[in-house]
């Protein structure tokens, strides 16, 4: 399915700088920007910082890591917003890195980073849920956009301070339009209905597009392989792994078995944690329920099944239970009274399964009620 990284063609003028700028300086985005920032290599990482920003521009990120013990990660430049980053000593950045939650009820981040994106940008997604990349491939029909699944346990125990407790896998794959477009509206914050991921037209013999598609596909790759080089080469993360678009896919949709289930699950049984909610008969029950769902409609929306090296629901479970005092980001987020990922992990998972015949009902039902309970504490009603 998905195999290390291969080494980058041959070729490439080792003079030119490589300029990197993740957009989102949370747990995850600094983490894996300090292993990709080397100047004596060439490459230059910077950072767009929003509550954070302060305190990354005066003593850079402070990491506590498992994995490379404690150092401190001094990036090429912070910056507040992307307007700013564009206006910045940068002309071109070769790499826009979006590690931010996925929120596309509260704004359009494809816009939020238009300022940052040229001919020779490519986009990177580090995002949670599925559908994603679609915002980002309508609004720049001509970039490449690589994906990215993490596999990681971290956390920003205080501004500019990060704690990496284990795991540091990381999936990458190029995306040209595959599997996830997804048709639906969606109440934004501002009381408006706009599309959340406006739906694609019927397919239609078209061999120009064919011919992008295909271009899309093998630059996007060649810039996994570029990134997986300097992440293991250079940043010695010993696993990141190349995949195809399909097989990248199917990854989103396997981690989405987890936080499907348990991130709304967690919100809904009043609080409780990953350990807890698996510990109770009935709430396994459930959550057994939710992820053999999405583990029978995936195949029928992707046309492909899982492979056999992926762990299955019974098997998520089990291990669950030895992790005592672990919180999902959902209930963190709604504990905090932040807007919780819910298009992307359980939205855009339903509509798209409507579109190709499959009707998701558990997690149909899990939307329902916290798109609800989100609404009502903000004091919002939904529009029929």
């Given amino acids: 399915m998905s195999g290390l990284y291969r080494a980058p063609k041959a070729g490439e003028d080792p ?47 402070k990491l506590q890591t498992h994995t490379f013990g404690d150092y401190t990660f001094c990036p090429a430049a912070v910056y507040p917003s992307p307007d700013a980053a564009s206006k910045g000593a940068v002309k071109q950045w070769d790499y826009i890195i979006v590690t931010t939650k996925a929120l596309p009820d509260v704004s359009d981040d494809s816009a939020l980073i238009a ?36 596999v990681i346990s971290a956390e920003q125990i205080s501004p500019g301070v990060i704690r990496q407790n284990r795991w540091t896998r ?28 406006p739906p694609s037209p019927t397919p239609t013999p078209d061999s120009d597009s064919d011919s992008l598609n295909e271009t899309l596909l093998s630059v996007g ?48 049984s009043g609080g409780l944690g990953n350990a807890d909610m698996v510990r109770d008969p009935e709430l ?62 359980l939205g855009n998972p339903v509509r798209l399964g409507r579109r190709r015949g499959v009707e998701l009902r558990r997690m149909g039902t899990l939307y329902a009620l916290l798109r609800s309970m989100q609404m009502v504490r903000e004091g919002r009603k939904a529009r029929l």
């Fill in 170 to 197: 990381l999936h990458l794959g190029p995306y040209s339009d595959s599997a996830n477009s997804t048709s639906n509206s969606v109440e934004t914050g501002d009381g408006t209905t706009g599309a959340l991921v």
């Fill in 15 to 61: 003079d030119r700088p490589v300029n990197v700028v993740f957009v989102g300086a949370g747990a995850v985005g600094c983490f894996y920007a300090s292993r990709l920032h080397h100047p004596d290599h060439n490459i230059h990482v910077s950072l767009i910082a929003r509550s954070n920003y302060r305190a990354l521009e005066e003593s850079g990120v």
């Fill in 284 to 345: 396994r029950r459930h959550l057994y329920g939710v992820m053999k769902e999405i583990w029978d409609a995936a195949p029928k929306i992707l046309g492909r099944g899982f492979p056999g090296e992926l762990a299955g629901p019974e098997k998520i479970l089990k291990s669950t239970e030895r992790n005592v005092g672990s919180k999902p980001s959902m209930l963190l987020d709604w504990e905090a009274g932040r807007r919780m990922e819910l298009e992307v992990i």
């Fill in 221 to 268: 790759l060649d810039h996994c392989d570029r990134l997986g080089h300097y992440w293991t080469a250079f940043g010695s993360i010993p696993d990141i792994t190349v995949s195809s678009e399909i097989d990248l896919q199917l990854i989103r949709w396997h981690k989405l078995t987890i936080n499907a289930a348990f991130n709304p699950s967690s919100v809904l």
């Fill in 115 to 150: 300022p940052l994106v040229s001919e020779g940008s490519c986009i990177v997604l580090i995002q949670n849920g599925v559908g994603v990349e679609e915002p980002y491939r309508l609004r720049f029909p001509a970039n490449p956009i690589v994906s990215g699944v993490t």
